[in-house]
């Protein structure tokens, strides 16, 4: 079975830039996940949807971030406008169920100068 | 605050040494996972144990769930260079004011194991 995709792998922006990222989640997952990882740390979650309901967005910076998962597959993130501290690697993941085990993706670092 | 605590944070060791990895809490998961994560890649789920007391064995992995379901320890015996990475544990728990559970991660163990 194919894995967690994400794109793109590497991004470089400027402060104050906009930034999108896209998950296409593993085909039947209803869980989806998007992580924060600061080099060195564990993943922070960030937002956590059941098919494309909002089940947690508690620590994401409604501010500046933003996501959505349409028709309840693929997902995108987006950051606007970025700030430095947003410089980390954001993981997708996906689980079959919201109990369940979750796979990952090999996640976008970005990197805001 | 960190829902759940690993220890040590750094690990260096030399081959074939033993080593233990402890991920505590003062919640209660209904499930608990140990990822492995390499440079540049999303982690990998190791195991999953859901039964408080509950042991499980991947080859030279031993994987431990506290009888509270609050707390557990990875241990390595004999470890190897390709054992090198970041072990990380997350819990499952039911989050706030929903019936969904909530994938939360401890801050990782970096373990280096020396030629």
């Known amino acids: 079975e194919a894995g967690v995709a994400q794109s793109p792998r590497y991004k470089i922006i400027e402060k104050r830039q906009s930034v999108a990222f896209w998950c296409n989640p593993i085909?039947?997952?209803?869980?989806l996940y998007w992580y924060q990882q600061i080099l060195g740390q564990g993943p922070k979650l960030l937002i956590q949807?059941?098919?494309?309901?909002?089940?947690?967005d508690s620590q994401l910076p409604k501010d500046r971030f933003s996501a959505e998962r349409l028709k309840g597959v693929d997902s995108t993130l987006k950051i606007q406008p970025a700030k430095l501290e947003d410089s980390a690697v954001y993981l997708c993941?996906?689980?079959?169920?919201?109990?369940?085990?979750?796979?990952f993706g090999q996640g976008t670092r970005l990197t805001v100068v | 605050t960190q829902l759940l605590e690993q220890s040590p944070q750094f690990l260096s060791i030399q081959e074939g040494e033993n080593l233990t990895v402890y991920c505590n809490s003062s919640?209660?998961?209904?499930?608990l996972q140990w990822y492995r994560q390499e440079p540049g890649e999303g982690p990998v789920l190791l195991v999953t144990?859901?039964?408080?007391?509950e042991v499980k064995k991947l080859k030279r992995l031993t994987f431990q769930f506290g009888d509270a379901r609050k707390d557990s320890s990875l241990h390595i015996t004999a470890a190897q260079p390709g054992d090198t990475g970041l072990y990380l544990c997350?819990?499952?728990?039911?989050?706030?004011?929903?019936?969904?559970?909530?994938?939360?991660f401890g801050q990782g163990t970096i373990l280096t194991v020396h030629p």
């Open positions: 993941a996906s689980s079959r169920g919201d109990f369940a085990e979750a796979f």
């Open positions: 085909s039947g997952h209803a869980t």
């Open positions: 949807f059941q098919n494309n309901g909002v089940v947690d």
């Open positions: 919640s209660v998961f209904s499930s």
């Open positions: 144990v859901v039964t408080g007391g």
């Open positions: 997350a819990g499952t728990m039911i989050a706030g004011g929903t019936s969904y559970g909530k994938l939360t």
